[in-house]
């Protein structure tokens, strides 16, 4: 998400109804000023969901919203300026899994110019942050596994080539 422009985009959070390909699309959320919205993950009973778009301090930030498009909060992760979470995820004892770039670091490769998010995991009021994944290169895309542990992407491409570099990785949350 870091390397994406945070606005200039025409689109929306939808609810497709009834859900068969006749079904109505019906909005439920559109942002304001073009801004990115996307990295969707409903709760496991469907009743909220959350999403990453541009926050308060113009950095990526993870919101929740009800299903039925109430109650639409940013939530109160690691708020400084130079630093974007997104993708986040709902865990079962309500703890929440987010990608951060807290560690400050850059692919090496990319001219520095790619920042690294790492995964984090905090409770659902935003207390008890605590970084998850320590290596060089990006971590995204968690999702519940039916075992409880979390699949993951890293981008891991030392010694193998750059073509082939995303990788499947669980962890337990």
């Known amino acids: 998400n870091s390397s994406l422009p945070r606005t200039g985009y025409d689109h929306q959070i939808a609810v ?3 859900i068969r390909p006749a079904g109505e699309l019906c909005p439920l959320f559109q942002p304001e000023g073009g801004r990115f919205v996307g990295d969707v993950d409903l709760d496991f009973d469907a009743s909220r969901m959350l999403f990453s778009m541009p926050g308060s301090n113009g950095c ?5 919203m009800g299903a039925d498009g109430r109650n639409l909060r940013q939530l109160p992760l690691i708020n400084e ?3 974007d979470n997104y993708d986040a995820c709902y865990l079962p004892d309500g703890r929440i899994v987010f990608g951060s770039t807290t560690c400050f670091q850059s692919v090496p490769c990319e001219r520095r110019l790619d920042e690294v998010s790492t995964l984090h995991v905090m409770n659902a009021d935003g207390s008890e942050v605590r970084r998850l ?9 968690p999702t ?6 979390i699949l993951y992407t890293r981008w891991e491409y030392t010694d193998i080539a750059h073509a082939f570099s995303a990788r499947l990785f669980t962890m337990n949350p």
């Open 144 to 149: 519940m596994m039916s075992d409880g542990r």
């Open 16 to 18: 497709l109804s009834p």
């Open 60 to 64: 990526w930030q993870v919101f929740e």
């Open 133 to 141: 994944c320590f290596d060089q290169d990006h971590n995204f895309y």
């Open 81 to 83: 300026p130079d630093v």
